[in-house]
């Protein structure tokens, strides 16, 4: 298969993650979160990056523990049970380290909405009375000083159809639109038709969101393959701007019917990310000191990969040892 | 009398609380099992449904997050994110959506912070942030809500607002734009049940569990609060705890 658009993951990342850019990446807490575009960004040293994400977990904290973060938007840092609060994220929120934003899923969720559909906002009733409305984390100078930023977090508007639909007040919620958004799917085609399985998440407003979008997949497989059940794709070609194989490309979260999260992973993350010396030991032995995705993999090893393997009924590891 | 762990009288009580016919919008751990549990007793009918856009998952093992693969398993819908959020801000379906979360501090109101402890800018603790709660705490029909009963969590006033329980009282939902009859309903303790009075919005405690005092429950809130109508609060029976243990969480992932 032959598409201008393949290419490995190191070039993709060279080619569209510069310094300071604003991102965003797919998944949620710890399932199918781009990791391998993540510790390919770790590896490449690209820092001061504009995070936008709703609760991606395990890829938000490692972006920040590595220090590519410098302003985060977010919903929620969280790994489900591994890290209720995600550690690096608590860290570099409490030390003064990291510019935090907070929203809430379906706001952030809006914001990509209409920032894939190109409008400058969308309305909801979420939050309202909150202080997800009135404290602000970025001061009006941050706001100012970037012109990819709005001037105001959020607004409060009078419904102007009156009491239409029953609701008198609505808060508007400020489109983005990501320099480039990372995703990882199940399947791609050489162009980029990409089709994901299972929950889809956020991941296609942010994808059409996006200035430039780099899918990292588990396959490319031939075009006819997915146009055969169209339906089941979620993103079209045009979007697309780098196709990238990397199996097991959201390890150590989890990609439906292929594999599970790793829980050895990350318990383990979670102790080495709870102390500073034996975090940067990790990033040096895991992510820094590997070549590329394919050298985790092999660092883990074929036994823990084997257990992690989608149970082909369930599309999940069944009876995985999760303790 | 059956031997039980708090926690699992903790899940049973929620359990208690949804009703047939309930969506109920779970988070993760004690909540997700107790709505399983209540499938399987007095809710048969019940959907439970995941902000990550799940519904009525085929839960034959306890998911560790909302995004875990076993919520994807044989759904009725694998949606997304704007879906789920969307059938809460439904004036239609929103009104059968029942919702069950936790927070780090709670006020008189029922009112959540799940963001910081101190100031915003520079907080003293970072916590997850809202997630869904505060989706869910605006849109849907009532809310019950989990917390550790100690006076530092039952606070008179949040650090943070995250998710709106009933703002400041009577009439305050409204007046802000959110609906005025839904908000908060229960808050389920390590210690007791608490529920809103219906003029004030303000917490009373209902009802005390097994062997604790009224007087150890006042003591842990940071607030005043009503504790002249409590009764105590009946134990999880045999059969509730066998289908929590056999049917719900045999490898007591989140009860063990």
Known sequence: MKSEKIMDLSEAIRRFVKPGDHISIGGFTLNRNPMAAVYEIIRQGIDGLHLYAHSNGQGVDELIGAGCVSRLEIAYGGTGRFAPTCIRFKKAAQEGLLAVEDYSNYQMTLRFMAGAMGVPFLPTRSGLGTDLIEKWGFSPETRAADPRLPNDKLKVMDNPFGNWGDVPRVVLVPAINPDVTIIHVQKSGPKGTSRIEGLPFSDVEQAKSARHLIVTCEKIVETDDLRDAPESNQIPFFCVDAVVEAPHGAYPTACYRHYDYDPVYLNDYRKYASDDALYADYLQRFIRGVKDHAGLIGLIGQERIKAIAADPRTGYATGLDRK | ?256
Request: glycine content about 10%; charged content about 25%; hydrophobic content about 40%.
């Open chain 2, 1 to 256: 009398m059956a031997d039980y762990t708090l926690r699992e009288l903790m899940t049973i009580v929620a359990a208690r609380e949804i009703r047939d016919g309930d969506i109920v919008f779970c988070g993760t751990g004690i909540s997700m099992v107790a709505a399983m549990a209540a499938k399987h007793i007095s809710a048969p009918n019940s959907v439970i449904f995941f902000e990550t856009g799940a519904i009525d998952s085929k839960l034959e093992e306890v998911p560790m997050a909302v995004a875990d693969p076993r919520v994807m398993f044989h759904t009725s819908v694998n949606g997304s994110l704007a879906d789920a959020f969307a059938t809460m801000q439904n004036r239609f379906t929103g009104k059968k959506v029942v919702g069950v979360m936790g927070a780090a501090q709670i006020d008189p109101y029922g009112n959540l912070n799940s963001t910081v402890i101190g100031d915003y800018r520079q907080p003293r603790v970072r916590f997850s942030g809202s997630g869904g709660a505060c989706d869910v705490a605006s849109f849907v029909s009532r809310t019950i809500i989990f917390m550790q009963h100690e006076k530092r969590k039952f606070v008179q006033k949040l650090d943070y607002m995250t998710s709106p329980g009933w703002l400041d009282g009577p009439g305050a939902r409204g007046r802000a734009g959110l609906s005025d009859d839904s908000g908060p309903a229960a808050v389920i303790t390590n210690m007791a049940v608490m529920r809103f009075d219906s003029h004030t919005k303000r917490m009373y405690l209902e009802g005390c569990y097994p062997g604790i005092s009224k007087e150890k429950i006042v003591e842990n809130t940071g607030f005043e609060v009503d504790a002249s109508h409590a009764e105590e609060v009946a134990p999880p029976t045999e059969a509730e705890l066998r289908i929590l243990r056999e049917r719900c969480d045999p490898q007591g992932l989140i009860l063990g």
